[in-house]
């Protein structure tokens, strides 16, 4: 199982892109709870100063954009993207000069993603949907 993922941009959006044939876009929390309720996990970096300036640039470098979805081995491109890519970028990049990222992958998993972080940053585990999963 591969999986998915997107990065908060807010407390009620997420940025995310779909699959082949989908570019990056900004959907609602509740929309993208509905759409991937049977396995969201939501974690979460301890510094949000971090968090804020990895949605930051994840905005400004996704947003509105028409990249296209493709997986490659090229992880430090911005164009074809992938879920993931998506939000280990914003991390890598976006962190500035912080510790954020330990490991760069040449692909990013979306179960892989906490593994990927410096320990001091390592995202928690906030909560799961539905929430009788453990």
């Known amino acids: 199982m591969t999986g998915h993922s997107g990065i908060a941009l807010s407390s009620t959006t997420v940025l995310h892109i779909s699959g082949p044939g989908y570019f990056p876009q900004v959907e609602s929390l509740a929309n993208f709870k509905k759409k991937y309720k049977k396995t969201l996990s939501v974690y979460r970096v301890p510094n949000s100063k971090v968090a804020n ?8 470098r996704y947003v509105g954009k028409k990249y ?3 997986i490659t081995d090229n992880i430090k491109s911005v164009n074809p993207t992938y879920c993931s890519k998506i939000v280990f970028q914003a991390y890598y990049y976006g962190s500035g000069s912080a510790p954020v990222i330990k490991t760069v992958p040449k692909i990013a998993l979306p179960y892989g993603l906490p593994g990927y972080f410096s320990p001091q940053y390592k995202p928690k585990l ?6 009788s999963v453990t």
Do not use: D, K, L, Q
């Open 53 to 60: 300036a990895a949605a930051n640039w994840a905005s400004s």
């Open 68 to 70: 296209s979805y493709f």
């Open 126 to 131: 906030i909560t799961r949907f539905p929430e």
